[in-house]
């Protein structure tokens, strides 16, 4: 499998959750990690904390949809695996994220940030496992 790169896409991705992490800390005093985002939504301490992760959250799913509206296609998205690895897969991530109190989003890119040093040793354990992940399912397992 040939993996891509795109500078120019990756680089105003990269701008544009910057700021949107900036903003929410800035505006709500909130850390923009997806996975306490959703966890907050789903259990909301009230109704004001409710309104802005469900703004958030919609704006995640609606954004494909406005690149759709902007150039009449839906982004192109490869997933070569099967729907089991990916259900094994989520379920490991949701396992690492209980365990490293938080997920990428929050520990890379707000807690790094704030020069967290628990974010730090967080963010290298998430990226030592995923090149030790990506060399085993490529290079010894061939998938």
Request: with cysteine; net charge positive; hydrophobic share 50%.
């Given at each position: 499998?040939?993996?891509?790169?795109?500078?120019?896409?990756?680089?105003?991705?990269?701008?544009?959750?910057?700021?949107?992490?900036?903003?929410?800390?800035?505006?709500?005093?909130?850390?923009?990690?997806?996975?306490?985002?959703?966890?907050?939504?789903?259990?909301?301490?009230?109704?004001?904390?409710?309104?802005?992760?469900a703004l958030l959250?919609?704006?995640?799913?609606?954004?494909?949809?406005?690149?759709?509206?902007?150039?009449?296609?839906?982004?192109?998205?490869?997933?070569?695996?099967?729907?089991?690895?990916?259900?094994?897969?989520?379920?490991?991530?949701?396992?690492?994220?209980?365990?490293?109190?938080?997920?990428?989003?929050?520990h890379g890119v707000?807690?790094?940030a704030r020069l967290?040093?628990?974010?730090?040793?967080?963010?290298?354990?998430?990226?030592?496992?995923?090149?030790?992940?990506?060399?085993?399912?490529?290079?010894?397992?061939?998938?």
């Amino acid at each position: 499998m040939e993996t891509t790169f795109t500078p120019y896409a990756s680089l105003a991705g990269g701008i544009l959750i910057g700021l949107a992490a900036v903003l929410l800390m800035l505006l709500r005093g909130r850390i923009m990690g997806a996975t306490g985002v959703l966890a907050g939504a789903l259990r909301p301490a009230s109704r004001y904390d409710f309104t802005w992760r469900a703004l958030l959250l919609l704006g995640m799913f609606t954004g494909p949809w406005i690149y759709f509206l902007a150039t009449g296609a839906l982004p192109a998205i490869e997933v070569p695996v099967s729907t089991a690895m990916l259900l094994i897969g989520g379920f490991l991530v949701g396992i690492g994220v209980t365990l490293g109190s938080g997920c990428t989003s929050g520990h890379g890119v707000c807690g790094m940030a704030r020069l967290s040093p628990r974010s730090f040793a967080a963010t290298g354990t998430f990226m030592l496992t995923t090149g030790i992940t990506v060399y085993i399912v490529r290079h010894v397992l061939g998938l």
